[in-house]
């Protein structure tokens, strides 16, 4: 293979190429392959030194998990918010485990955390407009960034996440924790052994009634009124304002993650257009005008977000991918994945599927039955430890990736390439929408690099 | 109601201002309102004097209804394929009937049976392709046309079906039997009474394995083979070539029809524009070389039709309807169905739903009690006459609300602006395809009327 097209090996090749940066101050060498701890020298590791920005929910969530492991020793946090470093810090004590140096000194105290210790890692789970600034400082730290979810509010953000790795050599990982889903593993297991013969169509969605979590009364996280913005509490404090001013898929990537394993992207395949159309806007203010009032300052917001927003996304090998934004409305939870090639079909809202010549024609049989069979190593090996993480066990194992890869130094499976591409729908369906459904091309964040590239996700025994 | 926009007395208006009929010569008249027949005049009644063009499997489907049905009287057919005259013949007799009079001398013997038969009533059933010439033949004679379903090849033939309507006052009741599926009158009651809130997004899908219908041995209508056209039987004639040839939503109907009647399109509502995008074109082939070998000369064709074609429709209301056309593939059959509004979601493909503030918030919970209670009157009032017909009852309520309003004379509740409406789909898809998934206005067939119009359909206790 082609040095420079090696997702490993380029990093040194572009950096190299790169004036601004010597390869020896960004740590690039053959070594970023060689495990960090291996079988046998583990009682000789050293703990990885974590730090976290924005100890949220969220990022409490992860906290959960990392606090479990032995191999990790959370050192510093940056939050703004005086409650969010306490509950921490009762975390913390609540697992036997150091209370971490605090950063609270306004919004920019997070790097006085990068300047000031001596960090491994560190998780970034702020608010969504903070990621890209903060990812991109932590990057050029040379400190390997995990990186929370979301959508970006331009295309410039993504490229400057995927030139800022390019520069530095600092690998980022995306933590799109549904990739682990575990009937979503089991499905990448039976789409590689090739019993949905060649993909055509997947769907996924992000069907999620977000009504209280979007607004609240200020003293609680979900629900018991309708404020937001400054007087609501947690996320509501600054994620409800994306759906006052924007409309588009504003939270694209737990349903794309998964398809983008499945369909092999950046690696063999990439996203080449999508269009976007939105129905009107009315759960948000039906909502408000019901549990507040119509009187309620809030009754005469106009809602940009349209109510479902759906994407189409085409790839470079001719699969397609329909993709939901559903958050305003009184539903089921649902991700809606399906997964359909020339050999069978898989949906998750009835939990099941047609293989051709294995189950009965032209019916749906129950997949409980191949979930099982096909059940991936990862979580036949690990499930033991993941009960009990957050979403079903997956947080459990998008940490346990980050951890190790982290540890190892190595290229992360969820990459800068796929959380920019990720991000990317978000400004992408924007700009569809307001252009009457048109269709928008997917920058390739790549450079063409997707054509050489093979796929890595889900392939090893230990992460 | 401005006269001119009344649906059932603005065609008088308008063929009095066309020159070139007399508005006696089609037998315009307030009569057109009153009833073929009533309560107090059933014995006096006469029958229904029917003529059907294409007596192939759905025409012969359509005639088993017709033939136990008291009301009518089958006067003569017309199809090219002596076997389907024979067969129609025999169904016929079968149910103690008179043998109709036939025409099968080529394509056009239609002709002379609409020229020498006295008839009230023709249904057409030929291939897609002789839709809309016949039904704008039979039109023109005043014949109450009922149009079996199909997409157009052309916007020009949806305009010359309203056109010729508009002419001649001509009434066409388009048979698109789903819209009187059970599950889908009842939801239909239930978007009525508010259930679901404002209506916001729908789906429907014509997602059917017809690979044994695209192909078969010439010597059944189903499997056994991989021929289409000349060496191909039934459907494989005439319909596989639209596989071959073309790329995009190619069977609309049966999806569109019911979302149409939730959405009251063309009275008070529209659509407004869609964009449509392709999966890659693999399953036919597929099909191909697995059941007639790589050597069949069938499996050099290279076939047009991607084997998910996807389009989403935007309304003038603000509403979005998102239709799959899925044909190619091993699957079960599904025709997809969501309705989702403001108060709450239901889905036919796990039979399920949620009401806000009546079933339990975040969850699914079976649909059946509701479908149950809301059961549409219809349903209740004919179901025992339904029993057996085919689709699962649904061709019993079609032929019935089509023979009912033909001995009434009265406008079809599945008109002609709907068959335009829903035909012009396939025309439109294509071309937004074919410009990568471009967005394209839908022309309005009613020329402004839709926002006077109101809905009429599932309305009356009779049909």
Redesign the interface.
Known sequence: MNKLFDRRKFIKSSALAGASLAASSIGLSESILKPFTSENDKTKAKLLRVGMIGTGLRGRSLLGVLLKREDCELIAIADPDPAAVEATNKLCQDHGKKIPVSYSNGNYDYQNLLNKEKLDTVIIASPWEWHTQQAIEVMKKGIYTGLEVCGAFSLDECWRLVNTFEETGTHLFFLENVCYRRDVLAILRMVREGMF??L??LEGGYQH?LREVKFNNGKQPYGGGVEFGEKGMSEARWRTKNSLCRNGDLYPTHDTGPCMKWLDINRGNRFT?L?S????S??LH?YIVKNGGSDHPNAKLEWKLG??V?T?I?TS????V?LSH?TN?????SLGFRV??????W?D??E?L?L?GITK????TPAKDFLEKYDHPLWKKFEHKAIGAGHGGMDYFVVHAFVESAKRKQAAVIDVYDAATMMSITPLSEQSISF????VPFPDFTRGKWMNWKPDFGMGEDF
Chains 1, 2 share one sequence.
């Open positions: 013969g060649e055509i169509h009634d257009h269009v159309m939105s129905s009107k009315k759960g039906e109510d479902v759906t189409l085409q090998r001719g699969e397609k329909l559903d409305l009184p539903r089921p939870y359909q090639g020339t050999k069978g079909i949906m809202v009835n099941s047609l051709e024609p032209h019916e749906w009457g459904s048109a269709p």
